[in-house]
């Protein structure tokens, strides 16, 4: 069977187009590439496997093997979190059907067979290849408003791993505090306990009256159940902390870093933060994807709406041991269906999400300004309390102690000035938490994602649970 140039011209053409879109079909490879480039994190390329394993990740267990930090915290949340690794997937969709958009149409293929006279020596043949050349020419703009999509999810997975880093920092520093406050708190305890017993002693002897005894054993009941409401917080911001972790079972048992670190002298700023936010924010340049798509899927259905459905046929017959070969032209006028309902639905979708845009950057610009003035306030509490409020309070303690050695203050005030000191350094703790905290949700947005900052749950101050019979 012979076939004209141009039809030849034209299956090649064909092919290579297949072949072409085949190529540029991105792999899941690439598309964690990108979100590392887009989240400045170090993926592990084990979130992009071909199996989802029930386990915790082999690579975590050296790290839960030694006391957390923070930046271990986000390397096993990174490494292990279920979330995170199911949004990392769900890109596969917006990948899946970038490929498929970019794929053309399957030829159809007809085959005839008509015997004549009752035999098959005269049998009549035809064959019939037709193609649809309407959806490969309408192929390349769906394909683009995919892409576009895909992009989109990509921006949005990134999101998803810069927001995950700040929850998992946030959680961190609320665990590592509450644990440090229990220590100090215990230590409070303790001071409550001597408190009561001297008193105890000295009701024996004759020295204080009764009141005092009932006020210090007061005192300390009050402190032990603050303790013990310290330490079913600290479980709390365990539990937190490992479901964003994702462990269980025996990965439970790991430990944190003593001490929540001090705050820095001098709090760096980076310069024009607004416009740093704008250019790095993941959520505009996500909604600038999905811009992209609608534009895209908009001139799909304008350009399909007066475009009318196109196939070509190749017809090819055999009869008395002769082909002869025809070629034909079907298509469908646009006089009715003309997609304007669909080109509407998107045109309202695309100025739809331009509104969003813009109202999105004024959030941005907000959000900057709020993690800011946050940061700076929290940075100014946290040295305040570092420079100002627990040496002072230490100072106060060394000079009762003085007094008391001079025996011009009594064990009363002595153990009180120790409570408050406790107090002073219960305070610094927080503060330092609302510090890294703060920091960590500045870092998030400026890494190009809001986040909502986790607030401190402050406790009563332990000095309070009583006072003092500090004349006796």
């Given amino acids: 069977m012979r076939i004209d140039p141009w039809r030849a011209r034209l299956l090649a053409a064909g092919l290579s187009l297949s072949a072409a879109a085949g190529c540029a079909a991105p792999s899941a490879a690439s598309d964690l590439g990108r979100i590392r480039e887009l989240s400045r994190l170090d993926l592990p390329s084990s979130t992009a496997s071909e199996e989802v394993e029930p386990a915790t990740t082999s690579d975590a267990r050296p790290l839960l093997s030694r006391p957390l930090t923070a930046d271990a915290a986000v390397r096993v949340a990174l490494l292990n979190n279920r979330e995170l690794r199911a949004t990392l997937r769900e890109v596969g969709v917006a990948r899946g059907n970038l490929v498929q958009a970019g794929v053309l149409p399957n030829p159809e293929l007809e085959v005839q067979v008509t015997p004549r006279q009752g035999t098959l020596e005269h049998t009549r043949v035809e064959l019939g290849v037709e193609f649809d050349l309407t959806s490969a020419i309408l192929a390349p703009l769906g394909e683009r408003a995919a892409r576009a999509d895909h992009e989109a999810a990509r921006y949005r997975a990134a999101g998803a791993v810069v927001e995950l880093g700040y929850s998992v920092r946030a959680a961190f520093y609320a665990a590592q505090a509450t644990q440090q406050r229990l220590a100090l708190a215990n230590r409070a305890l303790d001071a409550f306990a001597a408190a009561r017993d001297a008193a105890r002693a000295l009701f024996e002897a004759g020295n204080v009256p009764e009141l005092d005894v009932a006020t210090q054993e007061a005192g300390y009941e009050a402190a032990r159940v603050a303790v013990a409401g310290i330490e079913l917080e600290l479980l709390d911001r365990r539990e937190q902390l490992q479901r964003l972790l994702g462990l269980s079972g025996a990965e439970t048992s790991w430990r944190i870093a003593d001490e929540i670190p001090h705050a820095p002298e001098k709090l760096a700023m980076p310069p024009r933060p607004e416009a740093r936010a704008l250019s790095a924010s993941l959520e505009l340049a996500e909604l600038r994807s999905r811009l992209e798509a609608a534009a895209g899927r908009a001139g799909l259905a304008r350009t399909a709406g007066w475009l009318p459905d196109l196939s070509v046929g190749v017809r090819g017959e055999r009869e008395d041991e002769a082909w002869r070969v025809g070629a034909g032209l079907r298509l469908t006028l646009p006089l009715f269906d003309r997609k304007q309902g669909a080109t509407m639905a998107h045109t309202a979708e695309f100025d739809s999400l331009l509104e969003r845009y813009h109202g999105r950057a004024i959030d941005v610009r907000s959000a900057v300004r709020a993690a800011q003035n946050r940061l700076a306030s929290a940075h100014a509490r946290a040295l305040h309390h570092q420079r100002?409020?627990?040496?002072?309070?230490?100072?106060?303690?060394?000079?009762?102690?003085?007094?008391?050695?001079?025996?011009?203050?009594?064990?009363?005030?002595?153990?009180?000035?120790?409570?408050?000191?406790?107090?002073?350094e219960l305070a610094q703790v927080d503060a330092l938490r609302d510090y890294w905290t703060s920091r960590a949700a500045f870092d998030a947005i400026l890494a190009g994602r809001r986040v909502e900052v986790m607030g401190t749950i402050a406790p009563a101050p332990m000095s309070g649970a009583a006072e003092s019979g500090g004349g006796h």
């Fill in 388 to 424: 100002v409020l627990v040496p002072a309070r230490t100072r106060v303690l060394e000079q009762t102690l003085l007094q008391y050695n001079a025996m011009q203050a009594g064990v009363f005030e002595l153990l009180q000035a120790r409570r408050e000191q406790l107090d002073a």
